[in-house]
Structures are given as structure tokens and as C-alpha cells.
């Protein structure tokens, strides 16, 4: 089976720290994820990758940053936290083709205070 | 761009009973459709996908889902609800013509079934 892992299961940080959440898979799976999850609103995407030190916005990168340097992992950065990025953050992996589904971990519930 | 709704927040059905979750899609090209389901303090699960062919998917637990494409719709249906079948599910979308490789996921419908 697929295993995507993700580092933390709770975080809580305080406003204006700099925020790591890892995410790393073991599928060889070119494709990497994060999205954020609030209720009413479903999953929104903020960044992706689709090859090593790649990577390209998703709808709502305002205020992160991210980083591939090996294949199997993919950092979400929060260069300094707001309260309104407290959140559940779910990291995906997938292989190149286009019809192939994500592989989702279990997720970080981050709260920011 | 590629969007995809949920209509409804909640779906309450007593347990026996047949259910559908409904969604609707936008794209420009061909869709390649998915749902998810996901359990309380779990992540989100794959239950079906719908990339070409048959309009009716067969998935995971039961689940069924019938692709529309005049309505532009994909909904979820099971013919016998269980209470163990209560979760959160999602419906996404991803433009086969765009080439856009993340997926577009709906508002999520909650899913509560009665014994």
C-alpha cells in the first residue's frame, strides 16, 4: 500500500513563527500535494509539484511557501504564521499520469495562537 | 478552469434506505472524476474514479456513481445505506484538457445515517 506520511498530527504555534510541515511518500510518485482543509469550504490547494525542485501555485499560496529537494518529500513552509492559517493541512502524492488518483495523509490540524 | 459543487451540506438517510450524494462538474475539456470519503480524524480515502467508458462506476463499500455528461453530473449512490457509511465526502474534478495535475474538490456533503 501507498504510505504517504505526514510529520505531525497536532501542531500549536504561536503568531509570527516559522512554521515546517513535512510530508513524504513511498510510491515514487512524481506528483506531490498541499492542500488546506476548513469546514464549508472542503479542500483548497495551495501548492504542488510535479518534479524535484519543481513546483507551481495552487489557488491559494498567499503567505506559504514549499520545497522539494528529494523526490519523496514535499515541505509546506508558513515563512510566519496568522491565526487564520489555522487549519487542517493534507499532503498528497500521485503518479505522473493524469487520470491517477491521490494518495492523501492522514493530515496536521495546526492551530496558530 | 475546473470547478466542481456540492450542492448540499448534509444528507440524512435512515439506514436501509438508498442514498445519493450529488455533485456537478465544470470543465472545458473532458472530466476525470473522483470521489472520497472521509472518517472522522482520518484522512481522505479514494472510493471511485470515472475517466472514460461506462457511465456507471462501481467503487469501494458498495458505492456506485453514475457520470452524466449532459447534465454535467457524478453522483455518489449506494442502494442499501449502512451507519457505518456516515463520513464527510468529497467530489473532485481534474480538466483532461488543461493538463492541470491537482485535483479540484467540492465543499464536501456530510453524510448521516440512522439506524
Known amino acids: 500500500d501507498v504510505k504517504v506520511t505526514q510529520s505531525s498530527r497536532y501542531l500549536v504555534k504561536r503568531t509570527g513563527e516559522k512554521v515546517f510541515l513535512e510530508c513524504v511518500q513511498d510510491?515514487?510518485?512524481?506528483?506531490m500535494f498541499w492542500y488546506r482543509q476548513d469546514p464549508g469550504l472542503g479542500l483548497r490547494l495551495i501548492y504542488f509539484?510535479?518534479?524535484?525542485?519543481?513546483?507551481e501555485k495552487g489557488d491559494i499560496p498567499e503567505g506559504y511557501s514549499v520545497s522539494r529537494e528529494k523526490k519523496e518529500r514535499f515541505s509546506l513552509i508558513l515563512e510566519s504564521a496568522s491565526t487564520n492559517q489555522t487549519s487542517m493541512y493534507l499532503c498528497?502524492?500521485?503518479?505522473?499520469?493524469?487520470?491517477?488518483?491521490?494518495?492523501f495523509g492522514s493530515g496536521t490540524q495546526l492551530s496558530v495562537l | 478552469a475546473q470547478s466542481v459543487a456540492q450542492p448540499e451540506d448534509q444528507v440524512n438517510v435512515a439506514e436501509g434506505n438508498p442514498l445519493t450524494v450529488k455533485c456537478t462538474y465544470s470543465v472545458s475539456g473532458n472530466p476525470y472524476l473522483f470521489w472520497y470519503v472521509q472518517y472522522p480524524n482520518r484522512g481522505l480515502q479514494f472510493l471511485l474514479k470515472y475517466i472514460t467508458g461506462d457511465n456507471l462506476v462501481k467503487g469501494s463499500y458498495g458505492f456506485e456513481a453514475e457520470f452524466n455528461k449532459s447534465q454535467t453530473s457524478f453522483h455518489l449512490k449506494k442502494p442499501s445505506a449502512l451507519v457505518s457509511d456516515s463520513a464527510l465526502y468529497f467530489c473532485?474534478?481534474?480538466?483532461?484538457?488543461?493538463?492541470?495535475?491537482?485535483?479540484?474538490f467540492g465543499s464536501g456533503t456530510r453524510l448521516q445515517v440512522q439506524p
Open positions: 498528497a502524492s500521485a503518479p505522473w499520469a493524469a487520470n491517477e488518483k491521490l494518495f
Open positions: 510510491m515514487d510518485h512524481e506528483n
Open positions: 473532485a474534478v481534474r480538466d483532461s484538457h488543461t493538463g492541470r495535475r491537482a485535483l479540484t
Open positions: 509539484s510535479y518534479d524535484v525542485k519543481m513546483k
